[in-house]
């Protein structure tokens, strides 16, 4: 007989720093767009990439406290969870969790390369299960990418061992993702389903990914899609639905 399992529903979005496909840079316009056709009523995580200004101290530009009110979601980084006291993530990386969901710890990870990349690690419990959920956003770079991808490999070997979930714009963009998101670089098996989020109007390019494992699996994914999406953002929002096995 299979083992029940727990379900959590996530969405990752990069929003282009709130620059839009008609080259208007609008937060305002990207935190409506998010609420309105994004995120839904039974969201349990919220990942966003390039949250965060560009260049430093790296300023937050979204209306956190809108987004909270109007979602139900919150904010899960405290500011060790942050660049600094002006951002809103790390280096754009920016979580929101259900207000069941309990954020045990929040890491933050430097990966390597010229330009500025990082990977928020939350440890998390929820629905009586624990587990994990690595938020990040890759280089452009193949070469970077395997190397930011051991990074992180390295960084979940050393830690407990939990159920697991790896998300954001890992900006591979082959289906079968390449050496970096093998196991091995991760030094375990992480998969999940490729769904075209790139460009916006016209995915082609599966960039933006879930990839689950150690007790974690993708059950299904969906590009969202929708006219305020069409026109905030260059990437599509990406909705997966996760579930672990219950323990024995």
């Known amino acids: 007989m299979p083992k029940p399992t727990t379900c959590f529903d996530c969405l990752s979005w990069n929003i282009h720093r709130g620059r839009g496909e008609d080259g208007v840079v609008d937060p305002a316009r990207t935190v409506d767009v998010l609420c309105r056709e994004v995120a839904r009523p039974d969201t349990d995580l919220l990942v966003l990439q390039e949250a965060d200004e560009e260049c430093p101290p790296h300023r937050g530009i979204l209306d956190i406290a809108g987004i909270e009110g109007r979602t139900g979601l919150r904010h899960a980084q405290e500011i060790s969870g942050r660049w600094g006291a002006d951002s809103h993530g790390f280096l754009g990386v920016v979580c929101f969790v259900h207000p069941a969901i309990r954020v045990e710890r929040v890491t933050v990870l430097d990966l390597p390369g010229q330009c500025h990349r990082g990977a928020v690690v939350l440890d998390l419990a929820g629905k009586g299960r624990a587990f994990r959920l690595i938020a990040t956003h890759l280089s452009l770079s193949q070469a970077l990418r ?43 098996a992480f998969d999940g389903p490729a769904r075209a989020t790139f460009p916006v109007r016209r995915p ?11 007790g974690a699996r993708i059950d299904r994914t969906e590009v969202l899609d929708g006219p305020g999406i069409r026109i905030a953002s260059d990437h599509r929002p990406l909705a997966a639905r996760i579930s672990l096995a219950c323990p024995d």
Do not use: Y
Not at 204 to 214: K, M, N, S, V, Y
């Open 146 to 188: 395997i190397v930011q991808m051991r990074t992180i490999g390295q960084h979940v070997f050393r830690r407990d061992d939990r159920p697991t979930v790896i998300c954001g714009d890992l900006n591979e963009w082959r289906p079968w993702g390449g050496l970096a998101l093998s196991r091995a670089v991760l030094g375990a």
């Open 204 to 214: 082609i390019l599966p960039l933006d990914r879930f990839l689950a494992g150690q």
